[in-house]
DNA sequence: ATCAGTTATAGTCATAATGACTAAAAGATA
DNA sequence: TATCTTTTAGTCATTATGACTATAACTGAT
């Protein structure tokens, strides 16, 4: 495809349709003890060099999700990953190619499945972001809303952590992602009455200082948590 | 466009495209004591004489919300609503005539609007609905959980009110949406408390009993609540 | 005018949750 | 064994919540 080619559609009942639909996930993984986006290097124009979200075109016959995981694992090397999506992005103008929704998608994962030897993919820091092809700034800022706005009140970050964790480690995920500083003592009490979290009778050997104990998520797929809060008492019968 | 016809596209490069984009709103409003979902019969195949969102095919140089208020206005005569974008549903064959995404919009307005005797929409109780084309069951279900999830934890509601109301107004659409009964005092205690509603000056004069003070919302614009719940203590510095 | 009958508002109060601390436990090292 | 470090495990005053009870403001009938 040529420099600054417009694509058109037209569909068989002769109304001009999009010129292609494309999948973009969001990945998200604590890097660092800080929240990081995975980004890929553009290889084509339009945008050529510049990093983007390791998403593309969506074929026929194929669901928008398996797009964004099928882009993530072409691009990326990175397999199965938690996936729910996040909006569609279908201004017009958004890509200059033409007519060109996206469907973004949250995916959540560990930094460790990055091979970063065998790929070109690489984390940033969810804060310090480099300049980014199409609208692919304004589709992270929304996943990091979504992601904050859901931390306390759903199990989201169990996709986050390795299966059993401390919870020190869980803190500095829950600090990174929502950029704030609990207190420990609390931090601990909340998660485990609203039962997203549950002690294990491990505990890991830490370099120095009293070994922590080990926790894990009480439920393993991600969803909204049960506890109800700040929704005024029912009424009996 | 005759019937089973399978509508496709090709672009300009030569890939498939999808043959078209609809946006579908689904607009919620509270009628006779309920919460009702706004449908308008189907005038063209497939899925003919059948109940369907009042939604329809995007125009290219068009953002997605424009075509969810322009459909909304040309199949029911109601003007502007308060849209929020719901979901995108992708599947190839969720659509008869080919691969047709659509993106869906929560809406929300007042019964009150619609001129029933000027349009063919009509509205259903959210838990008596009619048989639906496409897929849109799903749609109205995912709406209803949005509706519901955001109820207590931003303003939505605003949108579904007049300007000022009563409790037992709020009341009674806070369990519509909800399904569920509160206690009176709790639930004022609750909505004062949360800063989402504020008491003006007036009353209104009812049929009988002492007259309701009228109370208004305290920002216009759905958002957010501000009160966090849940989250757990925080360390100064 | 007074007295029910209604519908709303305005408390009360025991219990639970929250925010801010303090104490103690379990390891490594001097 | 003393000391330093990192975690866990309380304590406690304050606030929020759930379930009630009491009072206020109206209408209509005696």
Redesign the interface.
């Known amino acids: 495809?040529k420099e600054d080619?417009?694509?058109?559609?037209?569909?068989?009942?002769g109304?001009?349709?999009?010129?292609?639909?494309t999948a973009d996930p969001v990945v998200f993984a604590p890097w660092e003890g800080r929240l990081a986006v995975l980004l890929a290097p553009r290889r084509e124009t339009p945008y050529e060099g510049q990093w983007a979200l390791p998403g593309g075109?969506?074929?026929?016959?194929?669901?928008?999700e398996e797009t964004a995981q099928r882009k993530l694992t072409e691009k990326t090397g990175i397999g199965s990953v938690y996936l729910e999506?996040l909006?569609?992005y279908?201004?017009?103008r958004r890509d200059p190619r033409?007519?060109i929704?996206s469907?973004a998608y949250l995916a959540l994962t560990h930094a460790a499945v990055l091979r970063e030897k065998e790929s070109e993919a690489r984390w940033f820091p969810a804060d310090q972001l480099p300049d980014l092809a199409f609208d692919h700034a304004r589709i992270i800022a929304d996943g990091i809303d979504r992601l904050r706005?859901k931390l306390?009140?759903s199990n989201i970050a169990v996709t986050l952590l390795p299966r059993r964790f401390t919870l020190v480690e869980a803190r500095r995920l829950y600090e990174a992602i929502s950029d704030?500083?609990?207190?420990v003592s609390?931090?601990r009490?909340?998660?485990e009455q609203?039962e997203i979290i549950r002690p294990t009778e491990e505990v890991q050997q830490g370099l120095t200082g009293r070994p922590a104990r080990l926790y894990e998520f009480v439920e393993q797929q991600p969803s909204?948590s049960s506890?109800r809060?700040?929704?005024?008492?029912?009424?009996r019968d």
């Not at 080619?5 to 009942?13: D, G, K, L, P, Y």
């Not at 109304?15 to 639909?21: F, G, K, L, T």
């Not at 075109?57 to 928008?64: I, L, S």
């Open positions: 495809m080619t417009v694509i058109t559609a037209v569909n068989s009942a109304y001009p349709a999009p010129a292609a639909i075109f969506m074929n026929p016959e194929e669901e928008p999506q909006a569609t279908g201004s017009p033409g007519w929704p469907v706005g306390w009140y704030v500083r609990y207190e609390n931090f009490r909340t998660l609203a909204w506890r809060s700040r929704i005024p008492g029912t009424l």
